[in-house]
Nanobody
Framework: VQLQAFGGGLVQAGGSLRLSCAVS????????MAWFRQAPGKEREFVAA????????VYADSVKGRFTISRHNAKNTVYLQMVSLKPEDTAVYYC??????????????????WGQGTHVTVSS
């Protein structure tokens, strides 16, 4: 199983980026998908998640209204659209997958599979 995150880069504050996570080795149809991030010197934190049905999404308070998670099951891919980026969004962003995770526990960090991360740097 591989989760490959890409789309990161350097952007000015107020700018936008779209991260993608391409999954191989499993079908994401029954997997909850999530994005986490880890800034230098800090612990990994939850960013956003989407239930396997696509019917439920949750966001960290710090990104609510600015980030949007979505999924395309036929492409085995999950996305994170980020707008109005702030310097404090600078981090390595990781995608994660978990089989059958219930909607009420999407923020938990104990996902089954993790990608390698993509760097996002927001300059002020």
């Amino acid at each position: 199983v591989q989760l490959q995150a890409f789309g990161g880069g350097l952007v000015q504050a107020g700018g936008s980026l779209r991260l993608s996570c391409a999954v191989s080795g499993l079908s994401v149809n029954r997997y909850a998908m999530a994005w986490f991030r880890q800034a230098p010197g800090k612990e990994r934190e939850f960013v956003a998640a989407i239930h396997w049905s696509g019917g439920s999404t949750v966001y960290a308070d710090s990104v609510k209204g600015r980030f949007t998670i979505s999924r395309h099951n036929a492409k085995n891919t999950v996305y994170l659209q980020m707008v109005s980026l702030k310097p404090e969004d600078t981090a390595v962003y990781y995608c994660a997958a978990d089989y059958g995770r219930i909607a009420s526990n999407l923020k938990g960090i104990d996902y089954d599979y993790w990608g390698q991360g993509t760097h996002v740097t927001v300059s002020s």
